[in-house]
């Protein structure tokens, strides 16, 4: 069993930065890929990147890819969402989650946090 913690959202301007963290529970955590996955009301769950247990690989979505990286502390048992260069598309609720075997599918994963709102004004 894996619980997730998400912290870090919050309000910024266009051009800003956000790091959000994920902080887990369980001694298994570094045998998880982790994920990091965003929604907006209305829409699907959206794949925005995700690491391997590792940390060796790293996946981005193209809309995030050369904005946002994606690292992990497995002595910390937490995972980072670095967000550089904020867009307003960005706004969402930003979850992340805990897979034996990540992909860029939602339905891959087996933990989930209970998400943080970012918020990106124009």
Known sequence: Q????????GL????GSLRLS????GRTFSSYGMGWFRQVPGKEREF????????????YADSVKG??????DNAKNTVYLQMNSLKP????????????KGGARPTEYDYWGQGTQVTVSS
């Open 22 to 25: 994920c902080a887990a529970s």
């Open 48 to 59: 925005v990147a995700r690491i391997t247990w590792l940390g060796s690989s790293t996946y």
């Open 2 to 9: 894996v619980q997730l913690v998400e912290s870090g959202g």
């Open 67 to 72: 904005r946002f990286t994606i690292s992990r």
């Open 12 to 15: 910024v301007q266009a051009g």
């Open 89 to 100: 598309e960005d706004t969402a609720v930003y979850y992340c989650a805990a897979a034996r």
